[in-house]
């Protein structure tokens, strides 16, 4: 009774739990793989965004006509915060331009870490020419 007879055919018990099992973490690892790509699409996503912001945020302050030292702070929208830093630098010697030294940040949160974009730039600016007697 306990043999099998030629004509049967088909998956034991335990073949079925077997490839069950593989099918299972087969499934597992496509959807770890697939999260982990909507995580590093997410991340692309503000990393680009947020330097096209910065960007934005540096031609605004380099076309500032007459800088002044100082920091400016904002939002874009509810998820990025900028900081623009503008710095005169002391000249060592007497020249009729300012070196004007602006950097950008744009930051935001991603889960519990703090990401941040950051420019910077250089450029000369005339100095205000003092009217004598």
């Known amino acids: 009774m306990t043999a099998r007879r030629g004509a049967e055919r088909g998956f034991t018990l335990l073949e079925v ?4 099992a593989l099918f299972a973490a087969g499934i ?10 909507l995580r590093l699409a997410a991340g692309s996503r503000d990393a680009s965004a ?12 380099l076309l500032v006509p007459n800088p002044v030292e100082g920091v400016e702070r904002g939002a874009f929208g509810d998820r990025y915060r900028w900081e623009v830093a503008t710095s005169i630098m002391p000249q060592v010697e007497e020249t009729p331009y300012d ?19 950051h420019l910077s730039a250089t450029r000369w600016h005339r ?4 009217g004598g007697a």
């Open 28 to 37: 597992v690892a496509v959807f770890q793989l697939y999260s982990g790509a």
């Open 17 to 20: 739990i077997v490839a069950m």
């Open 99 to 117: 070196e004007v030294r602006v950097r950008v940040t744009v930051s935001w949160r991603d889960g519990a870490d703090e990401q941040a974009v």
């Open 127 to 130: 100095k205000e020419q003092g």
């Open 50 to 61: 947020s330097s096209i912001y910065a960007r934005q945020r540096m031609e605004e302050a």
